[in-house]
């Protein structure tokens, strides 16, 4: 038995790639009508050295008013964490569930800043349910296995 503590500890949170586009400009800022907003999140992880992981959040935020785009904003936060010693069924949730949990209100807070700073009114995104993203892509792969096993 094993009576090494589990480790987890955040060693840097940083932004990876930040990007944001207002095509429309100066045009779109005489606009009186409010856009509609649509927001994607991603996240990835990957080991990259002895119990060091990088797990990166991608948030895309896209303002539109029918066809016309108001702005496009995406930030890939990133977070090297260090994870020793936890059972491997852990590290998955721990990966998708708890690290994109500690990373969303930097990217949120990126995000808003990007937005205001091109000339709008800061964008707020409301909090997401990192673990509920995760049991639902579970699921969706639990389906598609079985769909491939009844064939």
């Known amino acids: ?9 955040i060693e840097k949170i940083y932004v990876k790639d930040l990007s944001i586009e207002v095509p429309n400009a100066p045009q779109i ?7 509609g907003i649509e927001v994607q ?10 119990g060091m992981f990088e797990v990166a959040l991608t948030v895309t935020v896209n303002a539109k008013q029918e066809e ?12 090297i964490f260090q994870i020793r010693n936890v059972p491997e069924q852990d590290m998955e ?4 569930v708890a690290c994109p949990n500690i990373l969303f209100p930097y990217a949120r807070e990126t995000i808003s800043d990007a937005i ?16 509920a993203l ?3 892509r579970l699921m969706e792969q639990q389906q598609a296995e ?4 009844l064939q």
Do not use: C, H, W
């Not at 038995?1 to 500890?9: G, K, L």
């Open 1 to 9: 038995m094993s009576d090494e503590q589990p480790v987890f500890s």
């Open 29 to 35: 800022f005489l606009e009186r009508e409010t856009p």
């Open 41 to 50: 999140i991603q996240n990835a992880a990957k080991a990259i050295g002895e």
């Open 68 to 79: 016309k785009a108001f702005f496009l904003v995406e930030v890939v936060k990133a977070g």
């Open 93 to 96: 949730p721990i990966l998708a």
């Open 116 to 131: 205001n700073r091109a000339g709008f009114p800061p964008v707020i995104l409301a909090p997401v349910n990192f673990e």
């Open 134 to 136: 995760y049991q639902q």
């Open 146 to 149: 079985s769909k491939i096993q």
